[in-house]
């Protein structure tokens, strides 16, 4: 119960941030009006050569049986790369811009974009490796049935846990992506151990609420069925509305507090309204007590943060 009230005060905190700055939760709704735009430019193209059936002389097989155009595969690989990097880039700015509040100022959306601008080849480098990583994961899952389905969910996961700090390290230090996987993969390990409460809390949380769309969508399905479509297709669109929002939120707050852990693991100080205490508290460390002093002594160096407290 203790560690679950931290977590839910972690969580309340980072929503207090936002308040402070909603225009945060612009750079989740911008990378998924930008993923949208992306989907759209690749997906309808795609779609129209295939069902013109103009490409049929360079159609070759898969080894599901399945039929298409030797183009459809470099193009599903520069999507990949397009998709992971408009979702980093904001990453990067909602970063940027949290991280300038945490220290005390009063940042813009100028100076979110300042930050992810100023470091736009490591974005553009952890987009390809990012991009790749997901190919190969795909690639086992619709390759190797049931088994595959499994290795590639396992590795989704550990792929997440190792680079939980790749994007602020990116950002504060001198780094590029495959260091910066390294890096954030040594203060996961020394840092936090195997439980990561407070984010964990964010998306539980994040679940709870999302539940309230479930009658929403099943009265709207039901009336649709039933023949009372403008009712139904009502009902579902503001359940998908709340959806969406929901998940922007959801977004924003991880984006504030994984910038708060990231300072604190490579320091060991507090930020704004989140106390060092807090913040050593919401994670299990593999051994042992929570360290004092953490960020200093053997730990890794303290990051050189490359923006100004007031832009």
Request: with cysteine.
């Amino acid at each position: 119960m203790g560690r679950f009230r931290t977590s839910w005060q972690i969580m309340k905190k980072s929503w207090s941030v936002l308040r402070q700055d909603k225009k945060l939760m612009l750079f989740p709704v911008m990378s998924s009006l930008a993923s949208l735009a992306v989907l759209v430019s690749f997906a309808v193209p795609i779609w129209l050569a295939i069902g013109s059936g103009s490409t049929h002389s360079t159609v070759t097989s898969t080894a599901s049986g399945a039929g298409y155009p030797v183009w459809v595969y470099p193009l599903a690989v520069a999507f990949y790369f397009v998709t992971a990097f408009v979702t980093i880039y904001f990453n990067a700015g909602l970063v940027g811009a949290a991280m300038i509040r945490l220290r005390g100022g009063n940042p813009t959306l100028g100076d979110g974009f300042h930050v992810a601008n100023s470091h736009l080849g490591k974005i553009l480098g952890w987009a390809a490796v990012t991009a790749t990583v997901g190919i190969v994961l795909r690639f086992i899952q619709e390759r190797a049935g049931i088994l595959g389905t499994i290795v590639a969910g396992i590795g989704g996961i550990a792929w997440q846990l190792v680079t939980y700090f790749v994007v602020p390290v990116l950002l504060f230090e001198d780094l590029g992506p495959f260091g910066a996987v390294k890096r954030s993969a040594r203060i996961f390990k020394d840092r936090w151990g195997e439980q990561v409460a407070g984010n964990y809390g964010i998306g539980l949380a994040a679940v709870v609420f999302g539940l309230i769309a479930v009658p929403f969508f099943v009265a709207g399905a039901w009336l649709v069925g039933v023949g009372m479509a403008p009712v139904g297709a009502l009902l579902l669109g503001v359940a998908v509305a709340y959806v969406i929002c929901l998940g922007i939120l959801t977004s924003a707050l991880q984006g504030v507090y994984n910038t708060a852990l990231y300072r604190f693991a490579t320091d060991g100080e507090g930020s704004g309204v989140f106390s060092a205490d807090e913040l050593a508290h919401t994670f299990r460390p593999k051994k042992g007590p929570v360290p004092v002093g953490w960020g200093h002594g053997s730990g890794p160096p303290a990051p050189n943060p490359q923006i100004p407290l007031q832009p």
